[in-house]
Structure formats: structure tokens, C-alpha cells
């Protein structure tokens, strides 16, 4: 895994190890790390996850706490030498849902904003679509948007990484992207 200029995706499941492996990613880069962290401490739990997040990380990021403007976060952070992860998206399509605004297209202006920031720009984020379905019709609306937003995230992507029980699984990377095109 190397980072490249433009968007790499990172997702999985809860307590995969992807935040870990991204923000490794981030490290390895020599760049300055930008954090934008899109989680609220809305509750006991929450506010422990967040804690164990910037225990994990240190000092050595810049932290930049945004719940809904992921596109305008993203401008104002991109500047020469930084890379910039992004923690996480299910939890912000969760923040403007309850903030009654449309994920998919705000997603679309973040993609657009991360594919032309000329930095590298590393999103995390859940997978929400491989249990079973769920109960309810918010629930299932939260499942779907997430899921059309990892779709159109990974396919602005230039490197998609799925991880499992804290080992990531290329699915795209540039090199074989490459070798794709050319094949075909």
C-alpha cells in the first residue's frame, strides 16, 4: 500500500482495524496528517471510541472537527505537503440524515472537491451492507445511501482498500488499474 495524490478508500466493518491502517497509510506518506474527523460525542460510548481515536493518533496530527461540510473541510485543508484522512463517512451520512440533508448529493460535491484538491485524501469509512436487513425503513435508508456513497467513492478512488480482521485487501490500486486498461 503506498499513497498516491487523489482519493484512496478504506472501509469495513466495526472494529476491523481500517482507521488504523488508514491512518498508517497517512503516516507512511512523510506528509503532514490532516485529520477531519466527522464523529459527534453524542453519547458515553461514542465519546470513549472518539478518545481511543486521538489516543491512537498523538500529537503529530492536525485535527479538524466536521460533521456535515466534508467538501468545504477538504478545500480549506489541502495544501501542498499535507494528506488528509477523513473518519468517517457512514457516520457523516448518519449526521446529515439526522440533519435532513441529502448524503448522496453532498457526497458528489465531496468527491468532486477530494478528486481536485492535489493532495492525497484518504476517506474511511463502515460497511453497513453485509449483515442482515434491517428492521426498520430508516435503518434500511441508512444502509442504502451508505451504500451508493461507497460506490461513488470508490469509483472517484484511485486505490480502494477493504479490511477484515485488521488486514486490508487491495480491490483497486493504480498499478492494476493499469494493467486493466491496457488488457482491455
Given at each position: 500500500m503506498?499513497l498516491?495524490?487523489?482519493?484512496t478508500?478504506?472501509?469495513g466493518?466495526a472494529r476491523?482495524g481500517?482507521?488504523r491502517?488508514?491512518?498508517?497509510?497517512v503516516?507512511s506518506s512523510g506528509?503532514?496528517?490532516?485529520y477531519?474527523?466527522?464523529?459527534?460525542a453524542?453519547?458515553e460510548e461514542m465519546?470513549?471510541?472518539?478518545?481511543?481515536?486521538q489516543?491512537r493518533?498523538g500529537?503529530?496530527?492536525?485535527?479538524v472537527?466536521?460533521p456535515?461540510?466534508?467538501a468545504?473541510?477538504i478545500?480549506?485543508?489541502?495544501h501542498?505537503g499535507?494528506?488528509?484522512l477523513?473518519?468517517?463517512?457512514s457516520?457523516w451520512?448518519?449526521?446529515?440524515m439526522?440533519a435532513g440533508?441529502d448524503?448522496?448529493?453532498?457526497?458528489?460535491?465531496?468527491?468532486?472537491?477530494a478528486?481536485?484538491a492535489g493532495?492525497?485524501v484518504?476517506f474511511?469509512?463502515t460497511e453497513v451492507?453485509?449483515g442482515?436487513?434491517?428492521v426498520?425503513?430508516?435503518?434500511?435508508?441508512?444502509?442504502d445511501?451508505v451504500?451508493?456513497?461507497?460506490?461513488?467513492?470508490?469509483?472517484?478512488?484511485?486505490?480502494?482498500y477493504f479490511v477484515?480482521?485488521?488486514l486490508?485487501?487491495a480491490?483497486?490500486?493504480p498499478?492494476a488499474?493499469?494493467?486493466?486498461?491496457k488488457?482491455?
Open positions: 503506498k498516491t495524490n487523489g482519493i478508500f478504506v472501509f466493518g476491523s481500517k482507521s491502517i488508514a491512518e498508517n497509510l503516516l506528509l503532514k496528517p490532516v477531519i474527523a466527522t464523529g459527534r453524542s453519547d465519546s470513549e471510541r472518539i478518545a481511543i481515536h489516543e493518533r500529537d503529530a496530527w492536525e485535527l472537527e466536521e456535515l461540510a466534508l468545504d473541510a478545500s480549506q485543508c489541502a501542498p499535507r494528506a488528509i477523513i473518519d468517517c463517512l457516520m451520512v448518519s449526521n446529515l439526522l440533508a448524503p448522496v448529493r453532498e457526497c458528489k460535491l465531496m468527491v468532486e472537491t478528486s481536485q493532495v492525497p484518504v474511511v469509512s451492507g453485509m442482515i436487513v434491517p426498520n425503513d430508516l435503518a434500511r435508508d441508512f444502509r445511501k451504500g451508493v456513497i461507497h460506490q461513488h467513492v470508490a469509483e472517484a478512488a484511485a486505490a480502494v477484515a480482521a485488521g486490508p485487501l480491490m483497486k490500486e498499478a488499474e493499469a494493467v486493466l486498461k488488457a482491455g
